[in-house]
């Protein structure tokens, strides 16, 4: 009888523990998936982060008959004869999103802890420039008059304003669906990392 119960205790013990690490796991789980703030320190060390590049090959026109200006009454304005000069540049748009100014307010936690999602702001140039070699090949000079030929000071100019010209641009509109899917997957991808297995992002 005695050994009956000792097996019956031993089988009560065996299946408290088996239920109790059941039940534990879970709740460490809970515990230790981040909180906003750990979320939203973890992107914020990311701080300006490109998820999408556009290339853009314009070219850049240059007429000094509608560029330069004289007046009759200073002869040193006057330039006898025009000069023309058509450069093309190729400029690099880095699309992203600056996360230094991420708060809790752009991270909700569903109330069950089940979902996380995430807020972003708008997206922006995050990084720009455009090719410093000049073909020559590929630029085309005429000059009339006296005027000599456009110099390289002048078409780095020409190019500098072409490069303007593009920044001033609404190009995102062309790459948004690419931006946003992109930031998507990216932003998905840091949070699952972190422990939470499901992650919407929102995009502006």
Request: positive net charge; aromatic residues 6%.
């Given at each position: 009888m005695k050994n009956i119960l000792k097996n019956l205790y031993t089988i009560f013990c065996l299946a408290a523990l088996i239920l109790l690490s059941c039940d534990n796991p879970q709740k460490e789980l809970k515990k230790k998936l981040p909180s906003k703030a750990d979320i939203v320190s973890e992107l914020k060390q990311k701080?300006?982060?490109?998820?999408t590049e556009l290339k853009v090959r314009k070219v850049a026109i240059y007429d000094s008959s509608?560029?330069?200006?004289?007046t009759w009454k200073n002869p040193n304005t006057w330039k006898w004869g025009d000069q023309k000069c058509i450069i093309p540049i190729e400029v690099t748009l880095k699309y992203g999103y600056d996360l230094r100014n991420l708060s809790i307010r752009n991270v909700e936690i569903e109330e069950d802890s089940s979902i996380v999602v995430i807020h972003l702001p708008k997206p922006k140039i995050i990084d720009a420039g455009y090719n410093t070699y000049i073909d020559e090949g590929s630029v085309v000079k005429m000059s009339t008059g006296l005027r000599s030929e456009v110099g390289h000071a002048l078409q780095e100019e020409i190019r500098r304003k072409g490069y303007e010209a593009v920044l001033k641009d609404e190009l995102i509109s062309s790459v948004g669906e690419d931006v946003k899917r992109n930031a998507q997957t990216l932003f998905t991808s840091i949070v699952k990392a972190m422990g939470w297995k499901h992650v919407v992002v929102e995009v502006e």
């Amino acid at each position: 009888m005695k050994n009956i119960l000792k097996n019956l205790y031993t089988i009560f013990c065996l299946a408290a523990l088996i239920l109790l690490s059941c039940d534990n796991p879970q709740k460490e789980l809970k515990k230790k998936l981040p909180s906003k703030a750990d979320i939203v320190s973890e992107l914020k060390q990311k701080a300006d982060i490109v998820t999408t590049e556009l290339k853009v090959r314009k070219v850049a026109i240059y007429d000094s008959s509608k560029s330069e200006k004289f007046t009759w009454k200073n002869p040193n304005t006057w330039k006898w004869g025009d000069q023309k000069c058509i450069i093309p540049i190729e400029v690099t748009l880095k699309y992203g999103y600056d996360l230094r100014n991420l708060s809790i307010r752009n991270v909700e936690i569903e109330e069950d802890s089940s979902i996380v999602v995430i807020h972003l702001p708008k997206p922006k140039i995050i990084d720009a420039g455009y090719n410093t070699y000049i073909d020559e090949g590929s630029v085309v000079k005429m000059s009339t008059g006296l005027r000599s030929e456009v110099g390289h000071a002048l078409q780095e100019e020409i190019r500098r304003k072409g490069y303007e010209a593009v920044l001033k641009d609404e190009l995102i509109s062309s790459v948004g669906e690419d931006v946003k899917r992109n930031a998507q997957t990216l932003f998905t991808s840091i949070v699952k990392a972190m422990g939470w297995k499901h992650v919407v992002v929102e995009v502006e």
